[in-house]
């Protein structure tokens, strides 16, 4: 057993688990931070795995608490409306605000976590353990088993946080020892990321706006990224005869994509290249109850509350829930027995709301938002 006792241990070194990384060490805990990968710093990012995110206000809020957010910004591309590309005719911007001033700022994913990862590797207290996967919790005593590159390993903590995202190995150890109840409801859509370099040196369409193709039974979405490239997520159905699957060769998906999404082509020639080489991935909403044993055990973020990614909010929530947890300890003298039920408590109700708007912002971005009533009523809000 090498874990120190005293520490609380992060499992997950994603969005969530680094920024709690960083506001627990500034509360002074000695701070365990165990990542199933290895350092992402000194890596290539998986190919085709949600590249960018949206971050809004509520994800900023968390980032200024760290004095973070300059840094994160420095690179963002603000994104102050929807571009709407139909089939034929002209495209059309639908503000965000009525000032148009208000936006979301398109990000780097991997740029954010490595932020957060290196800010919490530089806090005092911190130590970080990467090719540790979670595969055993005894949630009565806080005993962890680690898978590692050098076999099992066992460590121990006095709170153990999960924030090891959707498909979160804490979870299914408190699963496992019938102290939650979850459900996974997987939605009959997946995605797929494809991408728009620069032309000529230049943005290929304007990195004002997030560009949406919303085709009733499918829909495209596409964010700026630094580079002046786009990355794209196709969203279709998995299965049946009108989804990824039906696309079986090259001259399938050009022809596809000539009669859908007609502008697409013209800017992203590796089009097919990205289609047959980019996975599916799956899209989910996780529910579990409850968030906490005993004051000791906890999950935040998509552990606690995976949601379909249609409101661009799930790392903007998680980021909440830390930001949460330390107003809780604060409250509770740092009891946390008292803490992580109040947490519990105060954001359940919130995720479970964002859930539900999620799956019905689908609707609307890959319906809606085309419609001719929708866009006039658009036009009337904002004019
Ligand atoms: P994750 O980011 O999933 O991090 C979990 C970490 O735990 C990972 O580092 C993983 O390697 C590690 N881990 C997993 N298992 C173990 C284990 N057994 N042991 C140790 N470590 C483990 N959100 C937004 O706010 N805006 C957006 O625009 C947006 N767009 C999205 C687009 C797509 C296509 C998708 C799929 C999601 C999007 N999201 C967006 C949601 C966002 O990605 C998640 O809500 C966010 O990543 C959750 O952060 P997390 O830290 O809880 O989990």
Not at 159 to 184: K, M, P, Y
Not at 350 to 366: C, Q, T, Y
Request: aromatic residues 6%; negative net charge.
């Amino acid at each position: 057993m090498t874990g120190e006792r005293d520490e609380i241990a992060v499992v997950g070194a994603g969005l969530a688990g680094c920024l709690l990384a960083c506001f627990l060490a500034r509360r002074g805990h000695p701070v365990a931070l165990y990542e199933r990968r290895p350092d992402p710093r000194s890596g290539t990012p998986e190919r085709g795995r949600s590249i960018n995110l949206a971050l809004s206000e509520r994800g900023l809020d968390a980032l200024r608490r760290i004095g973070l957010a300059e840094q994160v910004m420095a690179d963002a591309l603000p994104m102050r409306g929807r571009m709407i590309h139909p089939v034929g005719g002209p495209t059309g911007f639908q503000p965000y605000s009525v000032s148009g001033d208000r936006a979301i700022n398109s990000i780097s994913r991997g740029a954010l976590n490595n932020a957060l990862l290196a800010a919490a590797a530089k806090l005092p207290g911190v130590r970080i353990a990467f090719e540790h996967r979670l595969v055993g919790l005894d949630p009565a005593t806080g005993a962890m088993t680690f898978q590692t590159p050098q076999g099992l390993v066992t460590e121990s903590a006095r709170v153990v946080l999960g924030t090891d995202g959707a498909g979160s190995a804490v979870r299914g150890q408190l699963l496992a020892h019938g102290l939650v109840t979850e459900s996974v409801d997987f939605l009959d859509y997946g995605y797929k990321e494809l991408t728009i370099p620069p032309l000529d040196g230049d943005f290929a369409l304007d990195p004002g706006a997030l560009h949406i193709w919303p085709r009733g039974t499918s829909m495209m979405i596409a964010l700026p990224n630094p580079d002046r490239s786009f990355t794209c997520t196709l969203f279709w159905p998995t299965h049946g005869t009108a989804g990824f699957a039906s696309l079986g060769s090259p001259a399938a998906i050009e022809r596809h994509f000539a009669q859908h999404y007609p502008d697409l082509p013209p800017i992203a020639p590796n089009l097919v290249d990205d289609y047959q080489h980019n996975p599916v991935g799956v899209l989910g909403t996780v529910r579990c109850d409850p968030w906490q044993v005993d004051g000791r055990v906890a999950l935040l973020g998509d552990a606690a509350h995976a949601i379909v990614p249609f409101y661009g909010q799930g790392a903007n929530c998680a980021f909440e829930d830390v930001v949460e947890l330390d107003r809780c300890l604060d409250e509770c003298a740092g009891d946390w027995s008292a803490a992580l039920p109040l947490f519990q408590h105060r954001r359940q109700d919130n995720a479970e709301a964002i859930a539900r708007m999620a799956l019905a912002n689908f609707v609307e971005m890959r319906d809606k938002v085309a419609s001719p009533v929708f866009r006039a009523r658009k036009q009337v809000e904002h004019a």
